[in-house]
């Protein structure tokens, strides 16, 4: 799905008394939110005058936001970005960009569902997959998925025995 805005934080406190807040990211490293120069709160744009990692959180100082309970006026606000802005390699997307996509079987090209959730876990994503029933796909690439169409809103996988038919 193309979409304007990416949501890719949220606010979780403030740190220190000089008005900096702590943003927990969605997706992925901290050090990514770094890259950019303009983030959108509460649908507005705004340019942090400092942007840095601190463990696995981004700190940042906003034009305005100058004490601690500025800051903590903040929190629990999420922060977007404008999808032209993110520059990922090719052929990589952000979770909610997949969401909707058509899943088709790559062998028979029969249509399995729509992809309808992404979780993280450590080793690595799950796409569940609602059509005649609901199924999960390890989403890593050349095993289980073959392609991804953003034009076309459609995900090709390779199925494996048992995984999406309706034997128990």
Not at 114 to 123: D, G, K, Q, R
Request: proline fraction near 4%; glycine fraction near 8%; include cysteine.
């Amino acid at each position: 799905m193309k979409l304007e805005t990416i949501k890719i934080g949220q606010i979780v406190n403030a740190h220190g008394i000089r008005g900096e807040v702590r943003i927990q990211p969605r997706d992925g490293e901290a050090a990514f939110l770094t890259q950019f120069k303009t983030f959108l709160l509460d649908g507005r744009p705004v340019s942090p005058t400092a942007c840095h990692v601190h463990k696995s959180l981004v700190l940042a100082k906003f034009p305005g936001v100058d004490d601690m309970n500025a800051a903590l006026a903040l929190k629990g606000k999420d922060l977007y970005i404008r999808r032209e802005d993110a520059r990922l390699p090719e052929g990589e997307y952000f979770d909610d960009e997949l969401l909707g996509l058509d899943v088709y079987d790559a062998d028979s090209g029969e249509c399995l569902g729509e992809l309808t959730a992404v979780e993280s876990y450590p080793a690595h994503k799950l796409y569940t997959v609602r059509g005649r029933r609901e199924f999960l796909v390890p989403a890593v690439r050349d095993v289980f998925i073959k392609s991804i169409d953003m034009e076309d809103n459609r995900m090709e996988i390779h199925v494996w025995e048992g995984m999406a038919g309706d034997e128990n």
